[in-house]
């Protein structure tokens, strides 16, 4: 189990994007076949690719 405390929820974007960094150290990494898009926002714009999580828990 790993303990994000700081984190930004976007409830109306169409995808959840979490810190590579942050998945890493869960052992979740990009593999061959992973689809792969662009997150854009005021900063610029960050390629990113896509996992299905089987759970994710907020708070208890």
């Known amino acids: 189990m ?3 405390n700081d984190m930004i929820i976007d409830r109306g974007s169409s995808h959840t994007v979490i810190s590579p ?3 890493e150290e869960l052992g979740v990494t990009y593999e061959n076949g992973d689809d792969i898009y662009e997150a854009y926002g005021i900063g610029g714009s960050v390629p990113f690719y896509t996992k299905i999580m089987d759970k994710i828990q ?3």
Do not use: A
Request: hydrophobic share 55%.
């Open 21 to 23: 960094d942050v998945l």
């Open 2 to 4: 790993l303990q994000v």
């Open 58 to 60: 907020i708070d208890k």
